[in-house]
């Protein structure tokens, strides 16, 4: 799953309750976090200038001092706790922490900076995480192959690389809107990778959830049979989602 920072603050305690439910009937649940308005917060907070070129933060040593902090030390933690409070268990780690996600500058570092695209997930270390029955809560930043350099990497791109080197059935992306909407603000039920380059083309697509699907479309090639867009703050949606109940929308090959 990967939960936006669009949502976090909105994601009612039963959103947490629906996670602990599936968890309890043998559902294994991995969250990737985001957490982009809590970075800019922070950035302008301390009087950093932030940017985004084709919705990738700008990224320098110092940006990247505040993302680790926020991402790793603020919103990962803020996720546990909220997880743990359900009696279930969480554990908290970002893409540093046992090499979990290796990453290598974009194509477009000239323009953005120390910003990654996923090369490798340690898959072994989420799977022996799951096994010892704790939900693994992760914050999108990674490692270079040397160890030495972090990278700032898009969360929905970070969650699609870990969905796609689990091989799991499906990854939710758990957002502030209830669906991939149309020109006149309807939401597609279903929707093909066809119809997202359209989407895109035409401008119905912009923004945020053009990751999004990029995202879900680099993965729908792989194992993961479908990708769920919905909004966090309608009743009980990971439930919904994982029992096909015509919620949000639903990204097929
Ligand atoms: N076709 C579309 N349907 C729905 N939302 C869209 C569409 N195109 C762009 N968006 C925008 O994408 C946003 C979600 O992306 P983003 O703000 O990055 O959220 P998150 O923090 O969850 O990643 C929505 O709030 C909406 O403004
Ligand atoms: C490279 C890049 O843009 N990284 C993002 C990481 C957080 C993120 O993606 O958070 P959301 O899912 O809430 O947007 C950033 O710095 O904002």
Redesign the pocket.
């Given at each position: 799953m990967k939960c936006?920072?669009?949502?976090l603050a909105a994601l009612p305690g039963s959103f947490f309750e629906d996670m602990k439910q599936l968890q309890d009937e043998g559902i294994v649940t991995v969250i990737v976090h985001?957490g982009?308005?809590a970075i800019s917060d922070t950035l302008t907070k301390l009087g950093i200038e932030t940017e985004f070129v084709n919705g990738l933060r700008k990224t320098n040593e110092a940006v990247l001092d505040v993302v680790e902090m926020v991402l790793s030390g603020q919103i990962n933690k803020v996720i546990v706790r909220r997880i743990q409070l359900t009696g279930a268990a969480a554990l908290g780690l970002s893409g540093v922490d046992g090499h979990l996600i290796e990453a290598q500058p974009v194509s477009n570092a000239h323009e953005v900076g120390l910003v990654g695209d996923v090369t490798k997930v340690n898959a072994e270390l989420i799977q022996g995480i799951v096994g010892m029955g704790y939900i693994p809560v992760i914050a999108p930043v990674g490692l270079g192959s040397d160890g030495g350099q972090r990278y700032n990497i898009n969360?929905?791109t970070a969650a699609g690389a870990v969905a796609s080197h689990l091989g799991v059935e499906r990854m939710i992306v758990?957002?502030?809107?209830p669906?991939?909407?149309?020109g006149e603000k309807q939401v597609l039920p279903v929707v093909s990778v066809a119809q997202i380059e359209d989407?895109i083309a035409s401008g119905?697509?912009?923004?945020?959830?053009i990751?999004?699907v990029r995202a879900a479309i680099a993965c729908i090639q792989g194992k993961v049979q479908e990708v769920v867009i919905v909004n966090g703050a309608e009743p009980q949606v990971l439930s919904k989602a994982l029992k096909g109940e015509g919620i949000g929308t639903r990204i097929v090959r």
């Open positions: 936006g920072g669009s949502t985001g982009g308005p969360a929905d758990v957002t502030d809107v669906g991939i909407m149309n989407m119905e697509i912009y923004g945020g959830m990751p999004k």
